[in-house]
Nanobody
Framework: QVQLVESGGGLVQPGGSLRLSCVVS????????IGWFRQAPGKPRGLVAT???????VYGDSVKGRFTISRDSAKNTVSLQMTSLKLEDTAVYSC??????????WGQGTQVTVSS
């Protein structure tokens, strides 16, 4: 099994920055891709960013150039540096991990609120 625990959410003003972190534990040797998805009220969950074991990152169109995902394989953590935050970035951000076998695992989510 794999467990994911997020931290770093909170309230930030438009234009501000926030950093999310996710610690992955358990059968981490099976993990290939880890990353972040988000869901705003009334909207489907969507891709924020993922990064695979080779360090290749994929970003959602709405966050390109503003968010940066990074991975520390030695510490089994993935971080998301968010800058130039907009009102529409308000959502619950969930950490996600996918195993080599294709199984997906989710964290409990952390709220990010962008408001003036």
């Amino acid at each position: 099994q794999v467990q994911l625990v997020e931290s770093g959410g909170g309230l930030v003003q438009p234009g501000g920055s926030l950093r999310l972190s996710c610690v992955v534990s358990g059968s981490t040797l099976r993990i290939n891709t880890i990353g972040w998805f988000r869901q705003a009220p009334g909207k489907p969950r969507g891709l924020v960013a993922t990064i695979n074991s080779g360090g290749i990152a994929v970003y959602g169109d709405s966050v390109k150039g503003r968010f940066t995902i990074s991975r520390d394989s030695a510490k089994n953590t993935v971080s998301l540096q968010m800058t130039s935050l907009k009102l529409e970035d308000t959502a619950v951000y969930s950490c996600y991990a996918r195993s080599i076998a294709g199984l997906g695992f989710w964290g409990q989510g952390t709220q990010v609120t962008v408001s003036s």
